[in-house]
Structure formats: C-alpha cells, structure tokens
C-alpha cells in the first residue's frame, strides 16, 4: 500500500462548479498535513495546510479525518485558473520534517 | 528574496558523463531536500540535509551524491549519468522545527534532466 494515495483523475468540470478532491494515508502518527498545487511543468507550491479542525481559504477548504486516516480539498465555484494537479501530502513515519507525496490528482476546468 | 533557486534549469547528458546541480536558498532554513518526479510517480526524496556540514539518504539515493558545505547551497551530483536518471530534478527547503507551520518545504523551479 502506498503511504499516500490519491486518484490520479483528471476530473473534468465546468467553471463555477465544486470538486472534491479525497486522499488517503497509511501513517496514523502524521501530524503534518498539506495540499500543494502543481501547474504543468512547473515546481509544487503550498496550496493550504490542513489542521485538525478543518480550515478554509477563500474558495478551498480542507478537511482531515483522523480516524479514517483521510484528507480532503473542497474548491468552489471552479476558476480556469485552478486548473492544476493537486497534491496530497503528510510527513513521514520517522521524522516530521520528511514528507511524503501523493502522486497528485489532475484538475482540468473548462469554459 | 529569491526563495529557492536552481541551476541549471534544463541539461541533457550521455550516459557516463558527470555534472553538478546547485540548489540555494536565501531564507536562512536549516533543512533541505533533493527530489526526483517522473511521469505518474510522486516526488521521490534523494537526499536531504537537516544542516551546514550534514546529509542523508533518502528513498531512492543511489547513483547520487550531496554536499551542503554552506547553509544556503545544497549540491547534488550525478558521478557517472544513466538514462533511469532522465528526471525532473526539485530541490527544496524549510525550517522544520516541528508541526505544520515549519514542516511546509518551499520549491525551487527544478531542473530538467536528460541523459543519452
């Protein structure tokens, strides 16, 4: 099993419409937890952390569920300009400063 | 404040051929990393370094070497290049003091790396 998993996609959506993005992770002792955005041929970049609590950003809110070891990115109102891969990332088993990354899923959002 | 730079940004090599690529970093962080992304695969860690002076293996070190003789440079060398190294090549930093606010690594814009 993968230490992240996420599917790959793409998901395909109008503009204006809410997606939702799942991930899941096989460390119950991660205590880091993040979505970072990546554009076609371009370095990852901090999207959000994800608290325990749940937190929301303007149209993005993550969500983390413990018991279930899942993440999960809510976008609303889809802009052309989300279109990105997202990935789903937690720090490792043995030191909180190693991440792991999930292979992202791909976001394409149309006119 | 540059962040997180990387050279070179593109290189192709032969098989057997050596090179050098330099990470550096303007935002005094203690902890840097060296990634590899392939199509379909996540960013896999190389080596990293948890300050000036120190290094470690990663998950997929082989065929790979580091120094981190400054604080702000982070150097990763290829000894003698093979295709299975054709990759896109990131380099990161963070402080990493613990918890999410330090965890967060910050990029640089890669360097894209084929080998004939």
Not at chain 1, 8 to 26: H, I, L, M, Q, R
Not at chain 1, 81 to 86: F, V
Not at chain 2, 67 to 87: C, D, I, M, V, W
Request: proline share 5%; net charge positive; charged share 20%.
């Amino acid at each position: 099993r993968k230490e992240v998993e996420q599917d790959p996609g793409p998901f395909n959506v109008p503009e204006g419409a809410t997606v939702a993005f799942n991930c899941t992770y096989s460390n119950s002792a991660s205590q880091s937890f993040f979505w970072y955005r990546q554009d076609c041929r371009k370095e990852p970049k901090l999207l959000m952390s994800v608290y325990s609590s749940g937190n929301e950003d303007g149209r993005f809110t993550a969500q983390l569920n413990r018991a279930s070891q899942y993440i999960s990115l809510l976008i609303r109102d889809s802009k052309l300009s989300d279109s990105a891969t997202y990935l789903c990332v937690v720090n490792g088993m043995d030191s909180s400063y190693k991440l792991i990354f999930g292979s992202g899923t791909r976001l394409l959002v149309r006119p | 404040n540059a962040g997180v730079t990387q050279t070179p940004k593109f290189r192709v090599l032969k098989t057997g051929q050596s090179m050098t690529l330099l990470c550096a970093q303007d935002m005094n962080h203690e902890y840097m990393y060296w990634y590899r992304q392939d199509p379909g695969m996540g960013l896999r860690l190389i080596h990293y370094s948890v300050g000036e002076g120190t290094t470690a293996k990663g998950e997929v070190p082989d065929g790979y070497n580091v120094s981190r003789l400054k604080k702000q440079n982070f150097l990763l060398g290829l000894e003698s290049a093979a295709p299975s190294q054709t990759s896109v090549y990131f380099c990161a930093s963070s402080y990493s003091t613990g918890g999410p606010s330090t965890d967060t690594q910050y990029f640089g814009p890669g360097t894209r790396l084929t080998v004939l």
